[in-house]
């Protein structure tokens, strides 16, 4: 049995625009999990179309249930091979992307579209397909289960990554990290809680003054 994954993304940036980003999206705040990427192919075929193959060295955290399926001096990081065809005359790009170590434990295949949209051609449209496999023995339902959780977290990491590149090639100020944003609202947090103390003390101050003054009144 193997688990699929269909869904579809926009991003409000022209076909172009995402083509350039693609190649240039790591790192961002959003791929810390993405260690290495290097490319080991890449031809013109005689129609004008550009093949590349890339390898990709990626790590994420293993759940508890899982550690104990890993020999303790096995590397836990992922290799990703990833191949792709890009139609710039009928602008469309394809990537395959597929894991080639811990093939036992889970296999996780994605293919991704991204052509030009069909409701406002300014933007990409982005097609996801995925297909999570296991072969082990008694638990590949849940590693596939988690597999599909795991991949769906990260699509949403992949655009929010995409979406933080564009914005850095277009001049724009890219959008706060979620750290970021956290961060700001802590310090804001302590900002208001500083001010309502200090509020506070000055309002005990003045009551106390008050209150003082009108036990001198009746002395």
Known sequence: MVKYFLGQSVLRSSWDQV??????????????????????????TPDQKLLSGRLLTKTNRTP????RLFPANVDHSVYILEDSIVDPQNQTMTTFTWNINHARLMVVEERCVYCVNSDNSGWTEIRREAWVSSSL???????????????????????????????????????KTLVETAKEAKEKAKETALAATEKAKDLASKAATKKQQQQQQFV
């Open 19 to 44: 083509f350039a980003a693609f190649w240039q999206r790591y790192p961002n705040p959003y791929s810390k999990h993405v260690l290495t990427e290097d490319i080991v192919h890449r031809e013109v």
């Open 64 to 67: 508890r249930w899982a550690e």
């Open 137 to 175: 023995f008694g638990v590949s339902r849940a590693v596939q289960e988690f597999g599909l959780a795991w991949f769906k977290s990260n699509v949403t990491k992949t655009m929010k990554g995409f979406e933080y590149i564009l914005a850095k090639l277009q001049g724009e100020a890219p959008s």
